[in-house]
């Protein structure tokens, strides 16, 4: 018994970790009902993998049995693997006891599909719901939401899920339908517009002060795969910009594919994962959510792939010489941020101490700003290095040959951002 | 600039105004500076002291109302959040924090405007320095505490956090295992916050080691504690990715001193 379970485990949670949303935050669910657990606030990574990404929920699959045959994933139909499917109790004390033990912040719940979307859909909301209502669980679930499921069970998620994700997986339909002939985006489309309504009108009605229930309060996410299929960095972020504007997403994840398969349609086994094109995709997508940066400026029809050498930040800098140095003690706080070298911690450092006193390049070192490169960027006087008029190559090099680690060939995704 | 020095002293006049190691001591050691007009002054802990002819000793005795009342004056000048950074940087048990804190609360004391976000002041650069890496490591107990279960129901936990971040932990694990009894002990600084379902309470484990009293608690674990601890461990190794792996973004996420105590990488199954 014992054995089988462990074994389980083990097929159904290597078959999950291709997915690589693992957050935990966003969610407002306090533990109100003296019961077991709280997702409010931040996430919190319980471990981390040899590789280095966060261990925030136990993602598992329901079940590796998929009646679809996706050639970038293990679980496709053709592929020869051993399959299994949990019962809904094992998940939930599966669930229960790594929570009271705290080794998670609760469930990632996803399956392939089997009869159909609605019945795989109907057996991972009965999960949630098992949680929720009888084990009196507050903890964080991230339900999937299954292609083609109806808007009754899309509802049914909502109500006991913080966050539901439906992966588009490529770039382009031209991708999906060569990749995962089985799919149709407008399936994957119609479920995420559903809920992005619903998400609004259950905001709607919090704001006149109607009690509601919690519907998908850390909202919706998606995923897809990069460097299986042709698409440019600029398809691929005006994709995410649509997605956070238009579907009001809380993350899009990008997810350096795998070789898994010789499948001629796809990179050959041995083809290295694509991190750094991975993380080049964290921090541009970071500027669009957080820096004020247009996707536009960061990439474009012409120039469509991102700089592997450097990050985005600084490539739009450079690109944008004239409006630079700037000026740290009277610039909009919206500009310094734009200063390579310098996040939005440091920035909002010399806004505020700004108002105290002068400030000088000392100052400027002790606020955690990456000296090296935003000494290009600010018009202060810093020790004895002389400013001249670089060329935007110049400074490039400059700043590769500093030897700065983060720029070394094998630099992680999602690890530092600027 | 700050301390300016009384006329009455000279400058080899230190005052050394010892206290007994609690916050509301370093509280009361604050309010004892202002009462007397101490200047020039190094606030520091009965243990730590090591005594020096050329000194002026002071010692601390513990009244309610002076802790009240410094903390009610800081109240009206700094934002909850500082106020609780100050109690953060406190808790780093780091040399000379007492000090630096000091600094910051004439500072802030002798400004009429809000001075909390000068973040060009050394007492508030320090300060935030040191609130950072209790912060973390507060977070990291958060992450890393693993619980065992034990045959009447208890979960346990034994930490040695770098910092003495145990008090910041507590509202967290209480409003997230409301429904279940747990301990959590430090046994480096030899207590721990005991919960019983209803109200949480400071613990002492009497007896001489408490490598003893672990060993006793793990004879006792649940029957089923074994199970999951190697459900645990198995899917931890399900989820690596070997195409994907990095060394060293794993160690700085996890530095290897908390190990120990992780189950994930224990091997004994
Ligand atoms: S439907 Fe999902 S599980 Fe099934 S093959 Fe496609 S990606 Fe894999």
């Known amino acids: ?418 | 600039m700050l301390l300016t020095p009384h006329p009455s002293y000279r400058c080899f006049n230190m005052q050394t105004v010892l206290y007994d190691g609690s916050y509301q001591g370093f509280l009361c050691a604050v309010f004892d500076v202002y009462d007397y007009k101490f200047s020039l002054v190094d606030i520091c802990t009965k243990d730590q002291f090591k005594g020096n002819i050329f000194e002026q000793v002071h010692n601390v005795h513990h009244h309610k109302e002076h802790s009240e009342r410094v903390l009610k004056g800081l109240k009206q000048k700094v934002s909850r959040e500082t106020l609780l950074d100050i109690y953060r940087a406190f808790l780093s048990e780091k040399t000379g924090i007492e000090n630096t804190l000091l600094q910051f609360i004439q500072y802030v004391f002798s400004n009429k405007i809000s001075v909390e976000k000068d973040f060009s002041h050394p007492a508030v650069i320090t300060i935030g320095e040191t609130v950072k890496k209790v912060r973390r490591e507060k977070h990291r107990m958060e992450a890393f505490i693993r619980f065992q279960k034990t045959k009447d129901g208890m979960f346990y936990a034994i930490i040695e956090p770098d910092f003495n971040v145990l008090p910041l932990i507590i509202t967290h694990f209480k409003s997230r295992y409301a429904d279940q009894k747990w301990i959590i002990y430090d046994t480096r600084r030899k207590y721990g916050i005991h919960y019983d379902g209803v109200i949480c309470s400071e613990i002492t484990i009497d007896c001489s080691t408490t490598g003893s009293s672990v060993n006793e608690a793990e004879t006792q674990l649940d029957e089923q504690e074994e199970l999951y601890q190697k459900l645990w461990q198995s899917y931890f190794k399900s989820i690596n990715i070997e195409a994907r792996k990095n060394t060293k973004l794993h160690l700085q996420h996890v530095p290897r001193r908390y190990w120990k105590y992780l189950t994930e990488k224990q091997l004994k199954f």
Request: proline share 4%.
């Open chain 1, 1 to 418: 018994m014992n054995d089988r379970i462990l074994e389980k485990l083990n097929i159904l949670a290597d078959a999950a970790k291709y997915d690589v949303s693992c957050s935990s935050s966003g969610s407002k669910r306090k533990n109100d009902t003296k019961g077991l657990g709280n997702a409010e606030g931040m996430g919190i990574c319980h471990t981390y993998t040899a590789d280095g990404r966060c261990v925030s929920l136990l993602k598992i699959l329901l079940t590796n049995h998929c009646i679809f045959d996706c050639a970038y994933c293990v679980s496709r139909k053709s592929n020869d693997v051993k399959r299994a499917a949990f019962t809904v109790q094992e998940v939930v004390d599966l669930t229960i006891n790594f929570y009271r033990r705290n080794y998670i912040e609760g469930l990632f719940l996803s399956s392939g599909i089997f009869s159909n979307a609605d019945y795989t859909m109907e057996r991972l909301v009965r999960i949630a719901k098992k949680l929720r209502l009888e084990e009196n669980f507050n903890g964080y679930i991230h339900l999937k939401s299954i292609p083609g499921a109806s808007d009754e069970l899309l509802t049914e998620a909502g109500k006991y899920a913080d966050r539901l994700s439906m992966n588009i997986e490529m770039p382009t339909e031209k991708s999906l339908k060569l990749l995962a002939p089985d799919k149709k985006r407008e399936d994957m489309i119609r479920p995420m517009t559903f809920i992005k309504n619903a998400i609004i009108a259950n905001r709607a009605e919090k704001q006149l002060k109607v009690k509601k229930p919690l519907f998908v309060p850390a909202g919706q996410s998606t995923q897809m795969v990069i460097g299986a299929t042709p698409e440019s960095d600029w398809q691929i972020l005006k994709l995410s910009d649509g997605f956070y504007k238009h579907f009001n997403l809380k993350r899009v994840y990008y997810s350096g594919y795998v070789p898994i398969s010789n499948d001629n349609r796809l990179p050959a086994f041995g083809t290295p994962v694509p991190m750094v094109r991975e993380n080049r995709l964290y921090q541009a997508d970071w500027l669009m959510r957080f820096y004020g940066y247009n996707v536009d400026e960061i990439v474009s029809a012409e120039d469509p792939f991102l700089d592997m050498q450097i990050d985005p930040k600084l490539n739009w800098a450079l690109k944008n010489l004239h409006q630079f140095p700037v000026d740290i003690n009277k610039a909009d706080v919206n500009i310094i941020k734009r200063i390579p070298g310098i996040g939005l911690k440091s920035a909002y450092k010399i806004f505020e101490a700004r108002k105290f006193t002068r400030l000088t390049w000392d100052h400027l070192k002790k606020f955690n700003i990456a000296a090296n490169r935003a000494q290009y960027f600010v018009n202060l006087k810093i020790d004895d290095w002389q400013r001249k008029d670089y060329s935007p190559q110049q400074i490039k090099n400059f700043i590769l040959s500093a030897g700065n680690s983060k720029y070394a060939a094998n630099s992680s995704p999602q690890l530092s951002l600027f």
